[in-house]
């Protein structure tokens, strides 16, 4: 028997505003939103920003990808956390069941989620108002520490540092505990320790990540946001195994976020950045955690056939060069296929060789690991690049 999987979607990843900027393509511009699905088949939606559109998407073209109640997990109210909700198409088929939870905000009382929901798609906002959206929703109120049992999973809240305040969440599944905590600034004793305390031993810790250590010391302190820095001593200090930075700057192009990540892994041994369309799956708790990009988007592809040198680091972090065939050459990146397997999201050198007139020329490239498959030859690796530069 195969053991029991839970699976962790990215479908959002930007912090507080969505982007467009090519620069910031290849992690995302969408704002926070998460889709996990429990092994038992219990699914969870965590924060509902511009991501939850796509997620919605994909719900209503894979009719059979729609659960019959999902569980919509909010952090807070701010917009980057919200502003999804009146574009998820689900919302407006009256078969689909929803179950909110978030807590009481103290600037709107009572059933704050639905009052937001109401304010959001009030005229002059929005063409349609709330009554539209016809699925069943039912909205529960969630207070700091509280914890539930959803399916087979246990649900555990904990209070954050962020203005107007934030919750985060922790999800214990029978293939391990993942941890949402975004949006949270540390340096209040009492806060940081519910932080602790809600990553305690968790498998997948998603972790604010906006600022750079130095940003977060000075121009940006007060704004209730975090750095890779503090999610790698929690991550220690807690024995959480694999940790996401999350919710990146909207002035963070890619080349930062790429630079934040490379100073994060030279602390913590599993780190990754969160990018839209990255999945992570979980197999048994405590089990290393398996990442891909099954939905790295498509860009146009030509065939060819260039021999090619390719450097680069292992999963395991050990430096290898082999030489291949570069298929598939796209604008912006390649398909390769290697025996070596190199670690998602990091970096290969790609030294194309085409022959001329001259001899043979050589085209040396950087990519950027989006995408690792089985190879179509017995023990290769099919690996997607894009290049940077
Ligand atoms: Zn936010
Ligand atoms: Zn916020």
Redesign the pocket.
Same mark, same amino acid.
């Given at each position: 028997m195969s053991s029991p999987i839970a699976k962790l979607s990215f479908w959002g990843v930007r912090g507080s505003t969505p982007t467009v900027d090519p620069a910031t393509w290849r992690y995302g511009g969408n704002t926070p939103c998460l889709e996990l699905i429990a092994p038992d088949g219990t699914k969870f939606i965590l924060d509902c920003g511009t991501g939850l559109r796509v997620l919605g998407s994909r719900w209503t073209s894979d009719p059979s990808a729609t659960p019959a109640t999902t569980h919509i997990l909010v952090t $807070?109210y701010?917009w &980057? $956390?919200i502003q999804g909700l009146p574009f998820f198409s689900p919302l407006y088929n009256e078969t689909n069941h929803f179950q909110f939870y978030s807590f009481r905000s103290k600037f709107l009382g009572p059933d704050s989620l639905r009052q937001v929901f109401e304010a959001q798609m009030a005229l002059p906002y929005f063409p349609v108002d709330f009554s539209a959206m016809n699925a069943r929703r039912k909205f529960r109120e969630v207070e700091d520490g509280e914890s539930f049992v959803l399916g087979e999973n246990r649900v555990t809240t904990r209070w954050l540092n $962020?203005p107007q305040g934030?919750i985060g969440f922790r999800i214990e599944t029978p293939a391990g505990i993942i941890v949402y905590a975004t &949006?949270n600034e540390p340096g209040d004793a009492a806060l940081d320790k519910n932080l602790c305390e809600l990553a305690a031993d968790a498998d997948i810790f998603v972790n604010d990540a906006q600022f750079t250590p130095g940003q977060l010391a000075t121009t940006r302190k007060g704004w209730?946001h975090s750095s890779w820095k503090e999610g790698v001593r929690v991550a220690r200090e807690v024995n959480a195994k694999t940790l996401v930075l999350f919710h990146h700057d909207p002035d963070s192009t890619d080349r930062i976020v790429d630079g934040i990540l490379r100073d994060a892994r030279e602390e913590l041994d599993s780190v990754f950045a969160a990018s839209e369309g990255m999945v992570i799956t979980l197999g048994a708790p405590g089990e290393p955690v398996q990442a891909h990009m099954p939905h790295a988007r498509a860009s146009m592809r030509r065939e060819a056939q260039f021999r090619a040198c390719v450097k680069g680091l292992t999963a395991d972090g050990r430096e290898f060069a082999e030489e291949t065939t570069l298929r598939d050459v796209a604008l912006q990146g390649a398909l390769l296929s290697l025996k070596h397997a190199p670690r998602l999201q990091s970096e290969l050198e790609v030294v194309i060789e085409t022959p001329s007139a001259e001899g043979v020329q050589q085209m040396r490239l950087r990519g950027y690991v989006v995408r690792i498959e089985p190879g179509v030859e017995k023990g290769t690796s099919g690996v997607g690049v894009v290049f940077t530069d």
């Open positions: $807070h701010h &980057d $956390h $962020h934030c &949006d209730g």
